[in-house]
């Protein structure tokens, strides 16, 4: 399974910004799709992620700003990001966990996403 991810930036506050993660290879029907994120200095944390049903969770911190949703037929998923702040400022990592025997999770490479103040 490959995930390439797209959108990364260098946006002002208030501005917004859309990322796309295309997975490849072998997608089961059960999965999960996600985005996490990772600043400097922290761990990495939940943004969003989407069921294949279209069931959503969000992190608080992002809740309406934040839009993630998937293209089933396409196995991409997106991040809609608007009202964006500098604590946004990340790389932004694409997940799939997947059901097979048990759960399986990949990771993409990752995108930078800069908020200037």
């Known amino acids: 399974v490959q995930l390439v991810e797209s959108g990364g930036g260098l946006v002002q506050a208030g501005g917004s910004l859309r990322l796309s993660c295309a997975a490849s290879g072998s997608i089961f029907s059960i999965n999960v799709m996600g985005w996490y994120r990772q600043a400097p200095g922290k761990e990495r944390e939940l943004v969003a992620s989407i069921t294949r049903g279209g069931s959503t969770n969000y992190a608080d911190s992002v809740k309406g700003r934040f839009t993630i949703s998937r293209e089933n037929a396409k196995n991409t998923v997106y991040l809609q990001m608007n009202s964006l702040k500098p604590e946004d400022t990340a790389v932004y990592y694409c997940?799939?966990?997947?059901?097979?025997?048990?759960?399986?999770?990949?990771w993409g490479q990752g995108t930078q996403v800069t908020v200037s103040s």
């Open positions: 997940n799939l966990g997947q059901l097979v025997a048990s759960w399986d999770y990949y």
